[in-house]
Structure formats: C-alpha cells, structure tokens
C-alpha cells in the first residue's frame, strides 16, 4: 500500500521560507515521478511543481524563482523548498506520486501571514 506523509507546514510571515517534506513507502520510490500539489482557501487544487525520475522538473508560474523541488531517493523522500513566500502563497499543500492510480498525501497548511 503506498502511503505518502507530508511535513514541514505551518505560520511564516512574507519574505520567509519553509521546507515541505514527503516520506512515501509501498512504492518504487526511484522511478516515481512525484510532485506537489496546493489548494489555496476556497479555490481549486492547483499543480506546483513535479520532478521526473532523473531529476527533470517543471513549475508552476506563479512559484518560479522561489520554489525548488528535489528528492533524495535514499530517503523515499520529495521535498519543496519555499522561499520569499506571499501571502497567496497560503494553502493547503500535498504531496502526489504520479501514476494510475495517483497516490495523495493528507496535505500540509502553510500560512503566510504577519
């Protein structure tokens, strides 16, 4: 069974950063191809950003230049790095392994606010 755990969310003012973490198991981690995934206060879920098995990976407009996603296939783990967050940056982030079928994490709150 494959089981996707998001962590690293919480309240950060703008201009800040945080780290989103995913650990997954119960899937061939090393050929996955992952990504990550926000749904902002009554609006739809909307595609951040994906990386490709070798390492290959594309981002939404809106988080170029601020976002980095990566994975450490050691670890089973995707993670997002978040810099000079805004305010609409706020929402609900979870963590995808791609595929049919696609496996979601719970999702992590990232606020940011002062």
């Known amino acids: 069974q494959v089981q996707l755990v998001e962590s690293g969310g919480g309240l950060v003012q703008p201009g800040g950063s945080l780290r989103l973490s995913c650990k997954a198991s119960?899937?061939?981690?090393?050929?996955?191809?992952l990504g990550w995934y926000r749904q902002p206060p009554g609006k739809q879920r909307e595609l951040v950003a994906s990386?490709?098995?070798?390492?290959?990976?594309i981002y939404a407009d809106s988080v170029k230049g601020r976002f980095t996603i990566s994975r450490d296939n050691a670890k089973n783990t995707v993670y997002l790095q978040m810099i000079s967050l805004k305010p609409e940056d706020t929402a609900v982030y979870y963590c995808?392994?791609?595929?049919?079928?696609?496996?979601w994490g719970q999702g992590t709150q990232v606020t940011v606010s002062s």
């Open positions: 119960g899937t061939i981690f090393s050929i996955s191809v």
């Open positions: 990386i490709a098995s070798g390492g290959q990976s």
């Open positions: 995808v392994r791609f595929g049919s079928p696609a496996y």
